[in-house]
């Protein structure tokens, strides 16, 4: 037996591990499990090249818990210790690392979850739930003796020889009167699923049921009472962690379904299929692993529960990959595994990181190559998805550069017949039809069908295309293509009549003199609200209704652009709702109100044609709307 001073100048190590590692107390047991599996690794690995004799058949981590004497234990059958080994690596190395974290974090809060494996406080970790810790262990070297270590917390400890059966290390922690949640079987398995569901080496916890179809048949093969076989109960170890995840394979290896089924893996609660995935496999220049799946989106930003994960050879470290993937891969799902991500640092550190910065490069770009296989190898497909990852691919393009410049050639643009062009294709189709005066290329859109019907049925009869834009990330994917494309300009179909909006030669003459006009437009601008509408009057087409209600782009992107708090633009906001009221001069009803000889007559018939150009707008409501209906009633009597 020896008895020893863990080699440290800080003598309270311990109420500093605990203080500041507070919030983070459950890890001590990712940590625990993940050098149980280190030795179950180490050993395989020493076997495969002859360096060791000792068994690899059923190589496996076990824990348990025995609630009367309060001990959580975890068992491995790996490579084990001898006592130099324990002096060595738990007591000496250990604790310089423990001590380097003292020193440097005394007078600050750290993340726990970042600073643990960083210094090397894996095992001490476990003095964050337990008042004392115990290591049996026999090294897999011919010849070991076996021994056991014990230390209270205080950094005396002692060690003396023992027997152990078998070859790895049995780590008990006597857990401590405020963790004694860590004695839960509930806990410990919510917290094996959390850390360990994919680590490379089974972990066995407990046992469970299980139904098996047992073969009762005799000798012969003989049915016995009517039967061959017989539903049987039997007690099988409960096995929490699935050691070979899809992402370790070879994705040659794996069927569409495999795909699926590990997304039900990852997230057990989600009941709807991803759109596509894309298996990561990168060697060089760094080592990263892992598959990403496109989950239905919809139209808006949904609060995501499903986030990706991130881990560190199979063992879990986050789901919050904010700095390590750009924002908008954050909406994907799936795994990333990656030795190479400093996770045991600081998140500020990791910004500045040159490796992530390159993984994030990387993740991107084939995401986008996804994107675009998919698009080039079953447009159909692609189109059909077009809706559900529409979201992803505008976010991308407007935040990263290097994406927009991939997705330009797969990005589509709907318009109202429902039809998909590449941003390309469009500037063909519309580039002999859409140009004004200045041979600068017009983009017709629309944010509502329904709202702006009557506008897209005038452009559409004229042979114009209208792309649909509503949702809400559109305003800004506008605001960026008109930055991208050059010589275009992007037009809301209700910014202004048809014929203004997309300049023809040959204009229609006017029927209304400047003189008649000038006689109409005050009787007009009698009735509606000054400074809300200004009163054009424009030759259209007599098929065109009398009077349209238009809302000039550039004020309506201000005012849309401050409603949604953009900086700076509180002016526009509190600008009134300009609109633009066009009197139709070459339509029938005009000329009638203009020969109106009745003076009232006149005023009711102008009030009548306005209202009717404010409900095409959706703009008429409240008493206008009743007293409306009430006056079309009495012109019908
Ligand atoms: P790290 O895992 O980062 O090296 P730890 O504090 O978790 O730091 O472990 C310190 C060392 O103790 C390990 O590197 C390993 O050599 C040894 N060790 C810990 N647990 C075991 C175990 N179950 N079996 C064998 N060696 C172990
Ligand atoms: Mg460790």
């Not at 519309?430 to 506008?455: I, R, W």
Request: charged residues 30%; contains cysteine; aromatic residues 10%.
């Amino acid at each position: 037996m020896s008895e020893g001073k863990i080699n440290v100048q800080t003598e309270n190590i311990f109420p500093i591990i605990k203080k500041f590692l507070y919030s983070d107390h459950e890890i001590f047991l990712r940590e625990l499990v993940s050098n149980a599996v280190d030795a179950a690794q180490k050993l395989k690995t020493l076997a495969s090249i002859g360096e060791s004799t000792a068994s690899t058949d059923k190589l496996q981590v076990e824990v348990v818990i025995n609630k009367e004497a309060k001990t959580l234990t975890i068992k491995d059958n790996g490579i084990g210790m001898t006592g130099e080994e324990i002096e060595k690596y738990i007591t000496q190395i250990a604790f310089s690392g423990a001590e380097e974290f003292v020193n440097k974090y005394k007078d600050k809060t750290p993340e726990a979850n970042a600073i643990i494996g960083h210094f090397g406080l894996g095992f001490y970790s476990s003095f964050m739930v337990a008042k004392s810790v115990e290591i049996v262990s026999l090294s897999h070297k011919e010849g070991s003796v076996a021994v056991h270590w014990e230390c209270d917390g205080s950094p005396d400890y002692k060690m003396e020889d023992t027997t152990k059966a078998t070859n790895g290390t049995d780590i008990i922690l006597h857990i401590a009167e405020d963790s004694e949640e860590f004695l839960e079987e509930y806990r410990i398995g919510e917290l094996l699923k959390k850390y360990c569901k994919f680590l490379p080496i089974e972990i066995k916890f407990g046992t469970k049921k299980e139904y098996v179809n047992e073969d009762i048949s005799d000798e012969e093969g003989e049915e016995i009472d009517g039967k061959e076989k017989e539903n049987k109960q039997i007690e099988v170890d409960n096995i929490i962690n699935n050691p070979t995840p899809a992402w370790t394979k070879k994705p040659a290896d794996l069927t569409d379904e495999d795909y699926k089924k590990f997304y039900r893996e990852l997230y057990p609660m989600n009941f709807e299929d991803p759109l596509f995935h894309i298996h990561l496999n990168v060697d060089y220049p760094f080592n990263l692993t892992g598959i990403l799946y496109f989950p239905k989106l919809k139209r808006s930003f949904e609060l995501q529960k499903d986030k990706i994960q991130l881990y560190c050879n199979q063992v879990f470290v986050t789901d919050s990959v904010e700095n390590i993937v750009p924002d908008f891969l954050a909406l994907l799902q799936g795994v990333i595994d990656s030795p190479d991500i400093p996770l045991n640092v600081s998140r500020s550190y990791l910004q500045s990181d040159g490796n992530v910065k390159k993984i994030s490069a990387h993740i991107t770009k084939k995401v986008a190559d996804k994107l675009e296989e998919i698009f080039k190898n079953d447009r159909k497909d692609f189109e059909a998805k077009w809706e559900d990852i529409k979201v992803f691919v505008q976010y991308g393009m407007l935040s990263e550069d290097k994406f927009y410049d991939k997705a330009k050639k797969f990005a589509l643009l709907k318009n109202t017949a429902g039809e998909y062009s590449t941003l390309e294709e469009y500037a063909e189709k519309v580039k002999p039809t859409q140009t004004d005066k200045d041979k600068k290329v017009v983009y017709l859109y629309t944010t509502n069908v329904d709202e702006q019907h009557s506008f897209i049925e005038t452009a559409t009869e004229r042979g114009y295309d209208v792309i649909v834009f509503d949702s809400p990330i559109d305003s800004h994917y506008i605001n960026h293509l008109e930055q991208k494309l050059e010589n275009t300009s992007f037009i809301r179909v209700d910014a202004d009549t048809i014929d203004k909006i997309i300049k023809k030669e040959d204009a229609m003459p006017s029927k209304l003199s400047e003189k008649e006009q000038d006689t109409l437009k005050p009787i007009v601008e009698g009735i509606v609200t000054k400074d809300k509408f200004s009163v054009v009057f424009e030759s259209l087409s007599e098929k065109d209704a009398p009077m349209i209600i238009t809302k000039p782009e550039f004020m309506r992107r201000m005012k849309d652009m401050s409603a949604m708090g953009g900086g700076g633009m509180q002016f526009y906001g509190s600008m009134p709702d300009m609109h633009n009221l066009v009197v139709n001069s070459n339509h029938p009803l005009i000329s009638k109100i203009l020969n109106e000889v009745d003076a009232d007559k006149q005023k009711q018939l102008t009030k009548q044609t306005i209202d009717l150009a404010m409900l095409s707008q959706g703009l008429l409501k409240g008493e206008e709307l009743t007293k409306f209906i009430k006056r079309s009633v009495e012109l019908i009597d």
